[in-house]
């Protein structure tokens, strides 16, 4: 009876275990900051559009067996090479008029990271991250010296024209005159502040990994660095806890150290995933004046996307394998 | 008889807040990874000295009354100028032979935050950190950016000469030769991966400040950036909680975002500030292969200074007002 009951039981864990392991799920965020007048229906359904592909593609090597890490790759790289988002190809401008792109990578299982900050020409950032985290001994690298090792990796680059869309320059001189109006009182719109690309993955062998590629702020100042390629603020990811990626007014993210806090929500209070992310981004971070959002994956397959702007393009697929777009909050 | 025990314990509770309130406190340190071998009587007695010279420094303006965050600046500047110590002077070389500097500071108070990587010539970085944090919209400028900004702020420039030591030059020929051997299965001196130097500071006011300044990695690579000025990894403070200042190799320390991890574990733990970083440098980095120390002072002086290298220069000023320096473990 005992040895019938234990066997049932073995039984039942390892079909639960083998459920578990099996869970996959990848969500993806397009940037926090959008409103919905600023949204016209042809840019909505053509984002839609683009976090639907970026998903397929991250979420066809997960189903096939692929990494966390793979995953999140795949689908940035989408969003990267997309114009509509502020990655890589239609990456906002510099207050100089060129193009900064900042990424990074986190591996949940090893907790290696790959950075990349103030990049020029890389036409896809994230890969510079992942290759700085596998091929160098190094977690960050800036400017020239991290150019530098995209061409000793012989990672794809782009001339200024690939980068450089027509809208973004018309963005910059609005931005421009909305920082003289702002020296005078006024406000900048939180449309020039925001805008980021990023996922998250959650593979078969219970991996998580979490990936952030940005061209930062509208009119930065040469050489601004914002949470997309810091660790532990706009990226962070932890086997059994959670993976983070973030979008909104970089400073404000390095300054509540965003990502990392929503993991140490979890480990020390034993909170769940939404509990953790929205006290940070309903509660702390407006307090000190931060807008933006998040995308989170805890080590079960849970998803959360909480923001405190008008609308974050974010897009999901969970672990009943349902797609799920939204921009604005239902 | 109510009103009296009232009246007595309103006394005690604003007696009790008064010495609170004033208790101030300093902690430097000079950089992890020095072992008693490597470590001459002379260089040991200059080591010592300029440690109790930054102290003074800092404890003095903490003394008339002044800010944590100008007590810590003024004790990182002693350090920044001594050729004893990697950052600013006598920082490390790149594997180009030039200075890469990088440094951060952090308000508890507002968790306020600047930060400056890969300058090259500004004479002291923790100046440029806080005039980033102070007169920028920005928390982190890395390259020439920051040091255009820099120049805006009118702050001090000196050429390659001043930062370049003759030692430092030999220490870089000895990295290289290092880096070949291991190509074929060796090991890098820890002495060659690490040194920094920092302060935290706990104010009349009750505020906490951190800030941290180096040279980074000797023979690193253009463009690689360490924990120092990474608010999270190498800096953090908090009111009410925390400051610190890290010191070691900086890439584990950035995955594990040391510096914020102690305030969370703090925060969420309750534990204490000792509890908190020994279970990160004697645990957690360890398990990740990463070595180093630390400095934290929470809010009612207590001072903790673990190092998992076989010493750490570091120097304190407790609430007490009594000055301790130590380089290994007593």
Redesign the interface.
Known sequence: MLSRFLFVTLLLMSASMTFAESRIALVVHGGAGVSREELSPENEAASRKALEESLQHGYEILKAGGSSLDAVSAAIVVLEDSPLFNAGRGAVLTAAGTVELDASI?DGAT???GAA??VQGVRNPIHLARAIMDK???????????E??AHEQKLRFEPAEYFILPERVEQLKKAKAAALKQASGGRIPTMFKVGTVGAVALDKQGHLAAGTSTGGMTN???????DSP????GT?AEDQVVAVSCTGH??FF????VA??VA??MK??SVTVDAATREIIKVKLPK?GGEGGLIALDSKGEVSTPFNTPGMFHGSIGTDGTVHIAIFEE
Chains 1, 2 share one sequence.
């Open positions: 986190m907790l290696k990271a900050a103030g160098s001994p190094h977690v960050m690298l800036t400017g020239p010296g991290a530098a090792f930065k100042r040469a050489g601004r660095v914002g810091v660790i532990g603020a962070y970089g400073e390095i300054r509540a150290a990392y806090d140490a929500r020390y209070q000190l």
